[in-house]
């Protein structure tokens, strides 16, 4: 009920591709989905989040999917560009409590 | 930079001891969180304070503790440290209510390796 399964593990996506990250939860309490991106040495920083009365929200080249009877969210980057390289991070959230996935390695090749 | 500090950046003690790790968070905002990243567990979220109040609590070891000061700032205090407790712990602070599932933004942590 606690999880929140994240995959992959890792992904290596050409310059100017589409990064597509996946993750799932169990809880139906929890009510906002974040995803945070973290550099080496750094803290994680918010970069998109949603909640569950829409479908879809974009933000410049990234963009979540949610899937509410699924249980299930994405983080879609498009145009990939190098920069992009990082661990992301999915979460799920409640009023109380927040979960986050193992994260994904991005590599995004020059 | 995410306007939210934590000292020290490193810190390395041995097992047994007790550490204390400081954070203060944006101005003006009141819900200080706190976590726990390692390679096995992951990011884990330890406990919220809110205005100086216990708000919400999560995978937070009995040897863990954690106040909030009425200027805001916030300790983590973790106590009879064992190697298992070699992490990142990261702060992160919100303005927005008491809540956890709200905007939070994290400052760049403290490492410590318990040896």
């Known amino acids: 009920q606690q999880q929140v399964k994240q995959s992959p593990q890792s992904l290596i996506v050409q310059k100017g591709g589409i990064s597509i990250i996946n993750c799932a939860y169990e809880n139906t309490a929890f009510d906002y989905f974040p995803w945070y991106q973290q550099f080496p040495g750094k803290g994680p920083a918010l970069l998109i989040a949603i909640r569950p009365d829409v479908s879809e929200k974009k933000e410049g080249r990234f963009t979540i999917s949610f899937n509410k009877s699924a249980k299930q969210f994405s983080l879609h980057i498009m145009d990939s560009q190098p920069g992009d390289s990082a661990t992301y991070f999915c979460?799920?959230?409640?009023?109380?409590?927040?979960?986050f996935g193992k994260g994904t390695r991005l590599h995004i090749l020059p | 930079d995410s306007g939210v500090t934590q000292t020290p950046k490193h810190l390395i003690t041995a097992t047994g001891q007790r550490v204390t790790l400081r954070c203060s968070p944006r101005s003006g905002d009141l819900s200080v969180y706190w976590y726990q990243q390692s390679l096995d567990q992951g990011l884990q979220f330890l406990i919220q304070y809110y205005n100086g109040e216990e708000r919400a609590k999560g995978n937070i070891l009995e040897r863990f503790s954690a106040q909030q000061f009425p200027d805001l700032h916030s300790e983590l205090n973790l106590s009879s440290l064992e190697l298992g407790d070699s992490a990142l712990y990261f702060c992160?602070?919100?303005?927005?209510?008491?809540?956890?599932?709200?905007?939070?933004?994290f400052g760049q942590g403290t490492r410590l390796t318990v040896v």
């Open positions: 992160a602070s919100s303005s927005r209510g008491g809540a956890v599932n709200t905007e939070a933004f």
């Open positions: 979460a799920a959230s409640s009023n109380d409590k927040i979960i």
